[in-house]
């Protein structure tokens, strides 16, 4: 019989406790094995309890989380960390360096206004699956399939990468095609993905090219600091993207929380556009809707990039680009924090390669020089 995911639930509200440990109690796989007010006396839990995950609260009296999470990576190096954050400012750029200190990621909290009800059943969707996914190994009597099991954390540089001509983790041929000029680069994220954009933006030339589109699956304000964030950090200007803003080489526009993001043709000009289209694989930006619209304006022009993430979104979006005669690139497991996004696509056969992490802006720099 599978063991219970013993979780440790530090924050220092005692309803978020009681109301958080009657979510995850909801699940017969879980288990809230204890809980703490704050981050000193969740250190003092941690050889005790001996949890296979920690929520942890960002903003805490006398150890806050980010203290709390160096201290836990010092211990504990593997033991999987989700941040629970509030949607504000300050929630938003601390959940951010949290990423960035070796959290493996984050969850909304639940805000004071509207229908508590359902604020707890969105908590519910996205935390679970979460759990169940960085603890897949206590859940399994045998192990799973490696391409289905995310590595627990490890800082960057992550290791090398086999070259494209020899894709690893995949039965899957991939045909070689024809290079064509790229004219655009979209890229489509979630878990794991602010820490594999500060590592993969930097290393692109402020000369580059064409504009690059992404989507980072993110709530409103987090994707506006994650973009100053990688601004700061990237020769290239990097901002959310604004309706009605004129795609340029050079420029990396990040859909905003919230909205869908996706490119127009107006004449000679690509623009951008924000929609509050109904979610797609519950995500809104999605991958999909911004693969599909870069499929529809720059057809066999476009190289799509998926990266580390939960789910599938994207697959759909990257058979509308290969369809089209586009060209796609996706994060290798090894390097991915869940390689359930890239896996997919690399499942169905739709990539061109797998590249590690390190690598990867490399290889799109050499698909750019083509036909130029």
């Known amino acids: 019989m599978a063991t219970k995911i013993r979780i440790l639930l530090v924050d220092d509200s005692a309803v978020i406790r009681r109301l958080l440990t009657d979510v995850l109690s909801g699940d017969p796989t879980l288990e809230v094995a204890d809980t703490a007010a704050n981050g000193r006396i969740a250190l003092t839990k941690l050889a005790t309890v001996k949890p296979d995950l920690v929520i942890l609260d960002v903003e805490m009296p006398e150890m806050d989380g980010l203290e709390t999470l160096t201290e836990i990576r010092k211990r504990q190096p593997r033991l999987p960390v989700i941040m629970f954050s509030s949607l504000t400012e300050r929630g938003a750029a601390v959940t951010l360096e949290a990423l960035a200190l070796g959290a493996n990621d984050y969850v909304a909290k639940p805000s004071n206004s509207g229908n508590m009800s359902t604020a707890l059943q969105r908590v519910r969707d996205e935390l679970i699956p979460r759990i169940k996914t960085f603890c897949r190994d206590v859940l399994a009597p045998i192990p799973a399939p490696a391409a289905e099991r995310p590595p627990a954390f490890k800082a960057w540089p992550t290791p090398a990468s086999t070259p494209v001509s020899a894709p690893r983790s995949t039965p899957v041929p991939l045909a070689p095609r024809l290079r064509q000029r790229v004219d655009v680069i979209t890229i489509g994220l979630s878990t794991g993905g602010p820490n594999a954009l500060a590592a993969l933006l930097p290393q692109l030339s402020a000369q580059l ?140 056969g739709l990539a061109d390669g797998q590249i590690a992490l390190p690598q990867l802006a490399r290889e799109i720099l050499a698909r750019v020089r083509v036909g130029r």
């Open 209 to 348: 090219p064409v504009p690059i589109v992404i989507v980072q699956h993110m709530p409103p304000i987090f994707t506006r600091l994650l973009a100053e964030r990688l601004a700061t950090q990237s020769a290239l200007s990097v901002a959310e993207g604004t309706a009605g803003e004129i795609l340029r080489p050079g420029q990396i526009r990040i859909a905003p929380g919230g909205s869908h993001m996706i490119v127009e043709r107006q004449g000679a000009q690509v623009r951008l556009q924000l929609n509050q289209d109904e979610p797609e694989n519950s995500c809104r930006p999605a991958v999909d809707v911004l693969f599909r619209s870069v499929a529809e304006v720059y057809r066999g022009n476009a190289l799509a990039v998926i990266m580390t993430g939960m789910g599938q979104d994207g697959l759909r979006g990257c058979e509308a680009i290969q369809q089209t005669g586009g060209s796609i690139l996706a994060q290798d497991e090894a390097s991915s924090v869940v390689w359930g996004m890239p896996g997919a696509v690399v499942k169905a």
